[in-house]
Structures are given as C-alpha cells and as structure tokens.
C-alpha cells in the first residue's frame, strides 16, 4: 500500500466513507480526564487503579488494556521568570453580583513573586494511533485485529487468542492483554481503542470527543481535520506559540501517517511519543525474501551433495 492510499480501500472495501481520526489539540486540554472517564464507561473497560502515584497527579500513568485513553501530565520546572498571577478580581468585566457564595482566592494568587518557582505543566490525551501502516494488525495471527471501512485499527476480544504478538509490534506501546481485575471477560487478551467502533457504526461520535469540554479532542473526517489542524497551528504561531507543532500527521513518516494525531507545544519525546514511529513489520518481506534465498541455496547444495555423491 502507498503511503497515501486509503488503508480501507486497500485492504478491499469498495466506496468506503471517508477515513475517520482524531485530532487532539493539547493546547486547550485542562487536564479534567472528562475523556479517560467517558471511554471506560461507554467500553466497559474496568478501572486500573483509583490511587495517585505520589510523583504526579496523573493517577491513571499510561496507556494500557485497562486505559485507552489516557491524559499525560507533564509537570515540569520550567526555564525563566516565573509568571505573574493575574488580578484576582473581576475589575476586566462587569461588576460582580454578589450571591452569598463564599468567597475563594486562584491557587497561588496569594505567593509573592519572588517565591513562586518557575513551573510548566503540560496536558496531552494520548490514545491508539490507528496507523496507516499498522504492525499490530499486519502480525496478528488470528484475525482479531483487523481495519475497519472507517480506516480504523479494532481488536476483537471473542477471536484474540492471547498470543501478544501485537504487544512488541506496535511501535507507540499502545497494546496490552489485559490482567485483571479476576472474573473479567477479557483477562489475558489483547486491548486498545476501537475508536468507539460500534458509535461510528450509528453515525455516532467517539465517547471521548463527545466528553472533551474543550475541544480539545476533535472527531471527523481526516482530511478535513488536518485542515482545521494546520489553521490552528498557523493562529498559534501568530500569537507568538512557536513551538505549536503537528505530530502524526505526515504521510511520509515511518507509519504512513496515523488517524489519530496531535497538536503539541513541544518536542514529541516531552510527552513520551517516539520523534520517528516506524512501523516495525517494515523489513519484514525484506527479511522473508533473504529466508528463502538462504533456504533455496542450502536445498541445491543438498541436491548437489547427494547427485555427486550418488556418481561416485
Ligand atoms: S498505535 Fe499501535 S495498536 Fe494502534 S494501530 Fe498503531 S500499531 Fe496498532
Ligand atoms: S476531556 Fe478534553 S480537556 Fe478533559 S482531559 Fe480529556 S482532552 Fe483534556
């Protein structure tokens, strides 16, 4: 398959819809894990731990057979002054009515400037990739990975035989098998976003879009939401973010390009994403066409030895 043909007209589909993504911008997510809640709930997917790690408020760590999605918190000192706290009152807009609430002050309104440390925390929804070039699916021995017409990669619990080939395949760590809770269904075999497969099938979006209360997740046709991505890349630059970027959505990089990609305001490895995914099954044929070189070779040695031997 070209890098940019449709992976669903590839794969045989005959006028399938348009490839459906996501475009996750991190530039508004606020970090509420709104989609991580929303994706368990609609999935059935069972919780995979309710305590804080004690080194982040992300509780949830990574993704996993138990996480989809997973909010990443990247909580970091960061370089220069530290930034001001705005006017804790509301003197920008109308008066204020006052309702009897109590009153509250913003979370460090109150530190002088020269005791506040310089601080970034960045927040980033991360997900299955679905990738153009998909390893998991091209290793899977039983067809329980497999492309939907919207483009997508599902992986269906009732033909996974729990072998984890696709576990090392996948060159985002995405996949896992799941290993509890006792008594789940799918203790043991392979898990990941479907891209709420069963919505998109009811013109539905994906439980985690519908969930996001900033946009920050976006669902639609690809085409259109890199679109939507490179107009909203081109209004960060010009307010001065120039470290706004695109990842995943180049379909010459190592993947083909994948169907869910993101906005980030910094280098991919600051959230823990590899700079060049390469789809890991690349050099497979390579490898198969020098395995049977070398069988073809060693098989007319053999005929050889035994026809010159049988002359003597
Ligand atoms: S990110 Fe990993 S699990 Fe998802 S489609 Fe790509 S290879 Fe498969
Ligand atoms: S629902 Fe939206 S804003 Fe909330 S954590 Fe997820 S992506 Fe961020």
Redesign the pocket.
């Known amino acids: 398959m070209s890098n940019h043909q449709d992976p669903a007209t590839a794969v045989g589909y005959v006028d399938p819809p348009a490839r459906k993504g996501f475009f996750t911008d991190t530039s508004v997510c606020i970090g509420c894990k709104a989609c991580e809640v929303a994706c368990k709930e609609w999935n059935a997917v069972p919780e995979d731990g309710m305590t804080l790690t004690g080194h982040s408020y992300d509780n949830s760590v990574g993704l996993g057979a138990s996480t989809w999605r997973h909010v990443a918190f990247i909580e970091q000192p960061s370089e220069g002054k530290p930034p001001e706290s705005p006017p804790n009152d509301d003197s920008a807009g109308a008066p204020a009515v006052g309702l009897g609430m109590p009153a509250m002050t913003r979370p460090g309104a109150d530190t002088p400037a020269e005791e506040r440390t310089p601080f970034r925390w960045l927040m980033e929804s991360d997900v299955?990739?679905?990738?153009t070039?998909?390893?998991?699916?091209d290793v899977c021995p039983t067809g329980a990975?497999f492309r939907t017409e919207f483009g997508?990669?599902v992986?269906q619990d009732d033909i996974c035989n729990g072998c984890g080939y696709?576990v090392p395949?996948?060159?985002?760590?995405?996949?896992e098998r799941r290993e509890g809770p006792a008594g789940d269904d799918a203790v043991g075999l392979a898990q990941?976003?479907t891209l709420c497969y069963d919505r998109l099938k009811c013109d539905l979006e994906p439980a985690c879009a519908k969930a996001c209360p900033t946009q920050s997740i976006q669902f639609g046709d690809l085409d259109e939401l890199r679109e939507r991505a490179d107009a909203r890349v081109a209004a960060l630059h010009g307010t001065g973010v120039a470290d706004a970027r695109l990842y995943g959505h180049d379909p010459d990089d190592g993947?083909g390009g994948?169907?869910?990609f993101f906005l980030l305001l910094d280098e991919p490895e600051v959230y823990g994403l590899p700079p060049d995914p390469v789809?890991?099954t690349r050099d497979l044929p390579q490898m198969w066409r020098g395995a049977a070189l070398a069988a073809a070779t060693l098989l007319a040695g053999a005929v050889a030895a035994f026809a010159g031997g049988a002359r003597r």
């Open positions: 299955c990739k679905h990738c070039h998909a390893a998991c699916l990975l997508t990669v992986v696709c395949a996948c060159p985002y760590g995405v996949i990941k976003c993947v994948t169907g869910a789809v890991t």
